[in-house]
């Protein structure tokens, strides 16, 4: 009986350690100007914690504010505080600055990628999908908040080890678990105010 469990036990973990395995490595934070890991190690998770810091700016509680210099995103709260979250943000071209509203919200959303990056990306020989359903393997991971009217959402994504990072197309991205926490602390009508 030991054997077979063991035999099992060693096929469970060859099965996860390669089907599960994703890219790791350290990128230097200029927030915190430190080296951070991040991959298999850090569970998926985020490699930049979600944290409860003080806050003394001018906006007002309930108010979302991207800095894409820092990669931070700060959820307003009452009290001088602010919950500060690492985010992945739009990469060289791609950075944008404004002030609009969370127009919806949803979970586990499907992705429909505009006509302009579907054609950039077919010009690099890579096919995009005119529409994916919601998921684990979605670009947008499991929680989105729209951007006012723009193409620009607040989402999550199944590749954690990019926060931190100038990763994307505009979008502000979060790891999961962080997305799922913001989105259930913030309403459709929400201030949105990114920041270059």
């Not at 930049?48 to 810091?53: L, N, P």
């Not at 800095?67 to 709260?77: A, S, W």
Request: aromatic share 8%; glycine share 14%; hydrophobic share 35%.
């Amino acid at each position: 009986m030991k054997t077979v469990i063991a035999a099992l036990a060693a096929l469970l973990i060859g099965f996860t350690g390669s089907a599960l395995a994703v890219p790791g490595g350290k990128f230097f934070d200029p927030n915190t100007k430190q080296w951070v890991s991040y991959g298999p190690s850090h569970g998926g998770k985020s490699p930049i914690r979600r944290k409860m810091v003080s806050y003394d700016g001018p906006y007002e509680p309930g108010t979302i504010v991207v800095d894409t210099e820092e990669r931070r995103l700060y959820h307003i709260q009452p009290g001088g505080k602010a919950m500060r979250y690492g985010v992945g943000v739009g990469r060289e071209g791609f950075q944008w600055a404004g002030t609009h509203r969370i127009t919806r919200k949803a979970e586990w959303p499907g992705w429909t990628p505009p006509p302009q990056m579907r054609a950039r990306e077919r010009a690099k020989g890579r096919i995009l999908p005119a529409h994916m359903e919601g998921g684990p393997n979605n670009p947008l991971g499991a929680r989105a908040l729209y951007i006012g009217s723009t193409l620009y959402r607040i989402h999550g994504t199944n590749e954690p080890w990019t926060i931190g990072s100038a990763v994307s197309s505009g979008c502000i991205r979060l790891a999961n678990e962080d997305i799922k926490h913001l989105y259930s602390n913030v309403s459709v009508g929400s201030r949105v105010v990114v920041k270059r």
